[in-house]
């Protein structure tokens, strides 16, 4: 279902098995609070009421413990097998079974290190919850006391203000977005979302007089401002109740609804506590069931949220706090787009979206809708060059069809990177932890759009949850799903630290190098050259053999970036190997030294450079010094008879090698592998056997076109 992409948000979860052998991904640590600055008249109100905060925070203590939420210790084993690390100091990077990140134990270790954090920060948070003013003028037959039920406690606690540390600085084209603060959202929970206790009488009035407000404005043109003044007090004192009760009174947002939001919009304060109520329920898509002062806990429709976030979004006021929210903003709209695309909507939800349309003359599918929501909120951020780059590039409409989602989504996530840095890091960070739970048939554009952003993210903190979602999809059966994996390991794997833990995906990657597809083997091999440029990583006795066969059959791949990549690998296993491991790995030198020799004669010359380099090296490693020679004096004429003349028994298996170069593209290569097996049938003597496959490549020999010689 696609409530658990969004149940990520919910505020509980319980506590889960925890595999002592792998430490959950470090994702980021919830910061101190921000507590905006109150004035006197605020500040005395609320000391006076420190007896009513500290009654809510027992209230919700004895909740979390009914819900058996405690604090816990930090794991602190290594995150995964391959990064422990011997007495020499050194890694070992050897093909043994890859520790499973889609596993149930290691994505609830995960989920379990968030959401201590998350629990952490939560109780934090509760003994600092400021109860309001409890006068509520202007509003008839109010009496209210602000003190919010449990429910309202619970939610808003879990959207206070957290400062989320930016690093990078630099130049933007909307600075106000480096200086804002994001959100980060709960985590998912097996309980649900918490049940409220049974309200106070004074509480259950909210709901009510909201409801009062709507139907007094179903019959006029515009909000007075006596009731402008009632509703923005109402807001700010009892959000929670305040949405709900809208959201659900006026699920198509009518008319009168649509000027109590805008109303609500036109405060800036106001929205800074409605955003959070309206966040919690567009992230439980399809349909959001909480309860509020009154017990009502009928189904709040997501979309209908989304529609209330577009109306608050148009009024200029609100500018500061979209800018607070920002990028948990970003991520719902984002996740609204690709579930609307990519499936139809409930019965319930599409009536309800009908009725919003004919009030507000949307467009007639929910992803548009979706996406114009986006477009005005990144209008609303300024981000004005990146909105007129996805318009000139139709990336827009490439958003809105399931094939090509993410794609357009890779492309929006590049635009913003160039400027945006830190809006994109605090995204990421929205990302990564959506990421951990969210469906396989979803997950794509927000993983398109993770991986372009990864530079943004310190990858010393969430190195680890990046590392666990992306190597789950590393065998996945969707291309683009093992594309973006691949491309996440290369900037993980630039990281000393990364390259590390990274180890145990040797036996993985190393199944990658047989892909058909060019470029998924020219990623794995770019992943596994950065991690051997850490110097603390040396290649196991097991690994060498395997990992060597596997770069011999690349030597000849039709994309020349391949060959360069797999050379260099080459050279590398040779240089990096274990003592242990250099016997077992001459068997397959021996069986290189004759495609490297024709391909020292590659008509792409850097192909043929480092041909020539590595096959230097491979007669160094077998200590054939004769060979040796002969590539430093680049006296590669003599090479073929020297090569038999080194052990005639070898003959028809180079012989074998030769054959398949007759039928080469590059007339060289051709031209080579002639001259060889001609010169072979000088050292064949008598064996039949060998006999027999001079035979052969004789004729292969005699099908293959004669090329004239131009003078």
Not at 331 to 357: G, K, N, Y
Request: hydrophobic share 40%.
């Amino acid at each position: 279902m696609a409530g658990r992409f969004l149940s990520l948000f919910k505020v509980f979860r319980g506590k889960r098995k925890t595999d002592p052998g792998a430490a959950p991904a470090q994702l980021p640590e919830e910061p101190e609070q921000f507590q905006p600055q109150q004035d006197d008249a605020a500040m005395d109100g609320t000391q006076e009421q420190d007896p009513a905060r500290g009654r809510f925070h027992r209230a919700a203590q004895r909740f979390r413990k009914f819900l058996g939420i405690r604090r816990r210790k930090n794991n602190t084993t290594a995150a995964t097998e391959c990064a422990a690390e011997p007495d020499s100091g050194l890694t070992e990077l050897q093909a043994e079974p890859d520790v499973s990140p889609d596993s149930a134990e290691h994505s609830e270790d995960s989920a379990a290190a968030v959401n201590d954090e998350s629990t952490k920060d939560d109780m934090a948070v509760t003994e600092n919850v400021a109860i309001p003013n409890s006068e509520t003028q202007g509003i008839a037959d109010a009496d209210i006391t602000p003190a919010p039920t449990l429910s309202q406690e619970l939610i808003m606690e879990n959207f206070k203000d957290n400062y989320v540390s930016c690093e990078q600085q630099v130049p933007s084209l909307a600075p106000e977005l480096e200086a804002s603060q994001d959100h980060v959202p709960p985590q998912a929970t097996s309980t649900g979302a918490p049940q409220p206790l049974r309200p106070a009488e004074h509480d259950r009035k909210v709901p009510t007089i909201v409801r009062n407000i709507h139907q007094s404005l179903v019959s006029r043109v515009t909000v007075d401002v006596r009731q402008q003044i009632d509703i923005i007090r109402l807001a700010e004192e009892h959000p929670v109740d305040v949405a709900l009760t809208l959201l659900r009174c006026a699920p198509s947002c009518d008319r009168a609804a649509a000027m109590m939001w805008r109303t609500i919009g036109s405060s800036g304060p106001t929205v800074e506590k409605v955003l959070p109520a309206l966040l919690y329920v567009m992230e439980n898509w399809p349909l959001c069931s909480i309860c509020t002062s009154d017990g009502d806990d009928k189904d709040v429709f997501p979309l209908t949220a989304t529609v209330a976030l577009w109306l608050i979004i148009q009024v200029p006021e609100c500018h500061e706090a979209m800018i607070l929210y920002s990028a948990r903003l970003f991520v719902a709209l984002l996740f609204h787009v690709v579930i609307t695309t990519q499936q139809m909507p409930p019965v319930e939800v599409d009536s309800i979206w009908r009725a919003c349309r004919e009030q507000h003359r949307l467009p007639s599918n929910p992803n548009r809708f979706a996406v114009q929501a986006m477009k005005a909120l990144l209008c609303r951020l300024r981000c004005d060059n990146e909105l007129m780059a996805m318009e000139r590039k139709r990336g827009w409409d490439t958003l809105l069809c399931a094939d090509t989602q993410h794609y357009a989504v890779g492309l929006l996530a590049r635009e913003m990177r160039r400027v945006l840095i830190p809006f994109c890091s605090r995204i990421a960070l929205q990302l990564l932890r959506a990421l951990i739970w969210e469906e396989p048939c979803w997950d794509l554009p927000l993983l398109a759009f993770l991986v372009e952003v990864l530079e943004c993210l310190d990858l010393s903190k969430y190195g680890d949850g990046v590392l666990e979602i992306v190597s789950r999809h590393l065998q996945s059966e969707c291309r683009q799903r093992r594309h973006l994996a691949l491309r996440g390991l290369v900037v993980l794997s630039k990281d000393p630290s990364m390259a590390t833990r990274m180890c145990s995906l040797s036996r993985s990657l190393q199944k990658l190098l047989g892909d058909a597809d060019g470029d998924i083997v020219g990623m794995t091999l770019r992943v596994f050259n950065n991690m051997l440029n850490n110097k603390d990583i040396v290649i196991s006795s097991s690994t060498a053999p395997k990992l060597a066969e596997a770069l011999l059959l690349l030597f000849d791949h039709d994309h020349s970036h391949v060959q360069l990549l797999s050379l260099d690998l080459f050279f590398k296993v040779m240089d990096l190997v274990v003592d242990e491991g250099k016997k077992p790995l001459e068997k397959i030198l021996i069986q290189s030294l004759l495609p490297l020799y024709f391909h020292c004669h590659d008509e792409n010359r850097r192909v043929a450079k480092a041909s020539r380099e590595t096959l230097l090296r491979v007669a160094e490693f077998l200590k054939m010094r004769n060979l040796k020679q002969l590539v430093k004096k680049e006296q590669l004429s003599k090479f073929p008879e020297c090569l038999l003349a080194q052990d005639r028994s070898r003959a028809a298996e180079h012989l074998r090698r030769a054959r398949p170069y007759l039928d080469s593209p590059q007339e060289p290569l051709q031209e080579e592998a002639v001259r060889f097996i001609e010169m072979v049938g000088m050292f064949i003597r008598g064996q039949k056997e060998d006999l027999q496959v001079l035979n052969e490549a004789l004729q292969a020999l005699r099908k293959t076109p004669v090329h004239p010689t131009v003078v």
